[in-house]
Nanobody, 123 residues
């Protein structure tokens, strides 16, 4: 079994920055894609970004493009999400995910999920 453990999070002011991390443990798998999703109160979980293992290709949701950056260290089995220029609004919980079975922008496609950071993020 694979577990994804997240750290980071916090309530910040608009325009501030924050970095989240996600580290995999358990059985050895490639974690071909790692991704971040977020969920605001009363809203569905939505795609934020993903990164491919082999070539580091990244894909971002339009809402965060230019403000957020996803990165990974394959040896450490870790992914990060750097969030800049955070926007006003209700705090969102950010979730790490890995290895989609099909479309990598869809919540239902992912095999593994983190539990979210201890504190949500205003974004």
């Amino acid at each position: 079994q694979v577990q994804l453990v997240e750290s980071g999070g916090g309530l910040v002011q608009p325009g501030d920055s924050l970095r989240l991390s996600c580290t995999a443990s358990g059985r050895t798998v490639d974690l071909y894609r790692m991704a971040w999703f977020r969920q605001a109160p009363g809203k569905e979980r939505e795609f934020v970004a993903y990164i491919r293992r082999r070539d580091g290709t990244t894909v971002y949701a339009d809402s965060v493009k230019g403000r957020f950056k996803i990165s990974r260290d394959n040896a450490a089995r870790t992914a990060w999400l750097q969030m800049n220029s955070l926007t006003p609004g209700a705090p969102s919980v950010y979730y790490c995910a890995a290895d989609p079975h099909w479309e990598a922008r869809l919540t239902a496609a992912y095999e593994y999920w983190g539990q979210g950071p201890p504190v949500p993020v205003s974004s």
